[in-house]
């Protein structure tokens, strides 16, 4: 017999994560699924405070994603831009007149002095977001890229270099002086937490800067809920973006086996693609569940698919685990 799962946090980056978090709000009732989103591709750029992946959560979670550019708002327009550009202006990261509202808004209110997180539970409220979106911490984290010509801020090497340079390795800059969101630690303690999901992002760009937080992964090994990832990697390649481009770079397997293996001790679980349903035997003989289950999600029923199926297999581990 397995019970109702009660509250679930999931760890997600932009794209690929928001997709099944888009999942999760749709089976979840409102109260029942936190999004703890990745702030390390935060930065400062004309003045304006951007967070690519809040905003790709937030712009999916309200039917606000531009399914053409694939980030930014629906129905978007370009003046803004197109003047700056008329101005010699910076116009190598593309903001949307729509967009700008968001960055303008959050601007402002950090400069009030409030927080990211309060920020950014108005903005999710005023998209009409039922659920709670927080960052991971307040204090401002910046992943840097080290590439063999050296070190890049994340969205020169993301967007301005189009992910081209080689990568040898990754720095959270402030890591070490952030405090993981104190509402984050208090529900990773609550005893109504069934399951930690992450999401199925860039591990080294998207995962990482959150696990890499003083003191997150003891606080996630410490919840009594299983934690739970699903493959950002489908018969060795990304959907989309540099993840699988990474692993070669760094030299490892190109695989999702590979992407369970970096996760290692902190997951109970992890949810391959039927392609690689050949890997289950070998991610169990890491020390953990594993199963195969169609994770391509390209519309919603796909993605609400995947996030019962996510639910059943978190479910699954509770049961067997119970005393
Ligand atoms: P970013 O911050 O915008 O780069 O987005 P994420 O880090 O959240 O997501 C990037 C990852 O999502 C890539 O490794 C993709 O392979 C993965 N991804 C994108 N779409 C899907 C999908 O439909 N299914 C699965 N399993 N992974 C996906």
Known sequence: MTRPLRRILALTGGVGGAKLALGLANVLQPGQVTFLVNTGDDFDHLGLRICPDIDTLLYTLSDEANPETGW??????????????????????????????THLTRTLALARGESLTAVTASLASHLGIPHPVLPMTDQPVATMIGTAQGELAFQQYFVRDRCAPAVTGFRFAGSEQAGINPQIEALLAAPDL??????????????????????????????????????????????????????????????????????????????????????????????????????????????????????????????????
Request: charged letters at 15%.
């Open 72 to 101: 930014g708002r629906r129905n978007e327009t370009w003046h803004c831009l197109e003047a700056l550009d008329q101005l010699g202006g910076e116009t190598w990261f593309r903001l949307g007149d729509r967009d700008l509202a």
């Open 194 to 323: 069934d399951g930690i999901v992450i999401c199925p992002s860039n591990p080294f760009v998207s995962v990482d800067p959150i696990l890499t937080l003083p003191g997150m992964r003891a606080a996630l090994a410490a919840a009594s809920a299983p934690v739970v990832a699903v493959s950002p990697i489908i018969q060795g390649a990304a959907v989309k973006g540099p993840t699988a481009k990474m692993m070669a770079e760094l030299g490892v397997p190109q695989d999702a086996l590979a992407v369970a293996r970096h996760y290692g001790d902190l997951l109970d679980g992890f949810i391959l693609d039927s392609h690689d349903a050949s890997l289950v035997e070998a991610v169990q003989s890491l020390g953990m569940d594993a199963i195969a289950t169609p994770t391509l999600m390209l519309t919603l029923q796909d993605k609400m698919n995947l996030a019962l199926a996510t639910l059943d297999f978190i479910s699954h581990i509770v049961t067997s685990n119970a005393p």
